[in-house]
């Protein structure tokens, strides 16, 4: 079983539509993040949580939010989907008590806005 | 200025050793050297991480120069399913906002039969 699962895998909306992409993982981890992909570009940071009450912007926090609904879980939110949101969205974690802060990814939810 | 410069593409025989380099001339002390690699189109994997000894999992064996300048991954028997990108990437090995996992450009390794 995986340690770090996403839901949906993949999902087409319209623009304005509100959507939301779940991570759940089992790796006992306090450290997650949310991550975009867009083609021939590297990972970009949208938030990241260090634990329940801890919700941080990364780079690129603009039209998305984020809700942390326990250690397991993080939830990304579009609230106005728009077409340039088209991308490939990765959830990671990492343990607090790792020697290296080793990031671990979930298989990725490829969203595609009309 | 990126901090790691990879090879664009490598190709590698089904069952040889798939190596792979990375130069990183401006590593600082504190700095780590990463390996990660990502499948088409799927989540980015973990493979190993030095400071300045080699370093061996299961997965792969990592070789770091003593000035630490450049380092090579080594897939000891590669199989059609390592063939993807492959990421250096140096960093401090603790969080703050400004250390994000960035990555470049990468080495695409195709394993041919």
């Known amino acids: 079983d995986a340690d770090v699962t996403q839901t949906p895998r993949n999902r087409i909306t319209k623009t304005g539509k509100r959507i939301m992409l779940e991570c759940s993982q089992t790796k006992g981890h306090d450290r997650m993040y949310w991550y975009r992909q867009d083609p021939g570009l590297g990972l970009r940071l949208i938030y990241y949580?260090?634990?329940?009450?801890?919700?941080n912007k990364g780079e690129i926090s603009d039209g998305y939010s984020v809700s942390r609904q326990a250690q397991a879980k993080f939830s990304l939110s579009l609230e106005s989907a728009i077409p340039n949101q088209t991308a490939l969205y990765f959830c990671?974690?990492?343990?607090?008590?790792?020697?290296?802060?080793?990031?671990?990814f979930g298989p990725g939810t490829r969203l595609t806005v009309l | 200025d990126a901090k790691t410069t990879q090879p664009p593409s490598m190709d590698c025989a089904e069952g040889r050793a798939a190596n792979l380099p990375c130069n990183h001339s401006t590593i600082s002390g504190n700095e780590y050297v990463y390996w990660y690699r990502q499948i088409h189109s799927q989540g980015p994997q973990y493979i190993i991480h030095g400071l300045k000894n080699n370093e061996t999992n299961e997965m792969a064996s990592l070789i770091i120069t003593e000035d630490r300048k450049s380092s090579t991954l080594i897939l000891p028997h590669a199989t059609l399913r390592d063939t993807a990108v492959y990421y250096c990437i140096v960093r401090v090995a603790y969080w703050y906002a400004g250390n994000m996992l960035t990555f470049g450009g990468g080495t695409r390794l195709m394993v041919k039969p």
């Open positions: 949580s260090f634990d329940v009450k801890d919700i």
């Open positions: 990671a974690t990492s343990g607090k008590r790792s020697r290296a802060d080793t990031q671990y």
